[in-house]
């Protein structure tokens, strides 16, 4: 199993960030030619996002996105990807993986009005 972790702070509270992102990952498709299955538990504020199928080299792909407290009305965003894939796709895999949730998180910092930090 591979693994990318994208982290991102955002200058807004916890709570208005999760109720960003549970609203716009309800709203968002993440790859034109991916299904994916959403869990999320609003009190942890931790989603996951399963991939289902995809033409991606991936294979058995889950994102976990975790919004937690920074203090002072700060937030963080963690995007830990944990997937399989064969060795010779291994940095195709990263690599596509890594544009994707990187443009999630910079269309979530606008809506949230360009707050990031990090």
Not at 34 to 39: G, I, L, N, P, S
Request: glycine fraction near 6%; include cysteine.
């Amino acid at each position: 199993m591979s693994k990318l972790v994208l982290k991102t702070e955002i200058d807004a509270p916890p709570g208005v960030v999760w109720q960003t992102l549970r609203n716009f990952a309800a709203t968002t498709n993440w790859h034109p030619f991916v299904e994916q299955r959403y869990t999320c538990d609003d009190a942890a504020r931790v989603m996951v996002c399963s991939l289902t199928e995809s033409p991606l080299p991936i294979e058995e792909c889950s994102i976990e996105i975790r919004v937690t407290d920074n203090g002072a009305g700060a937030s963080s965003i963690s995007w830990t990807g944990v997937f399989s894939t064969s060795s010779e796709h291994e940095m195709a895999a990263v690599k596509e993986l890594h544009r994707i949730l990187h443009g999630r998180i910079t269309q979530l910092e606008a809506m949230l009005g360009g707050t990031n930090k990090g």
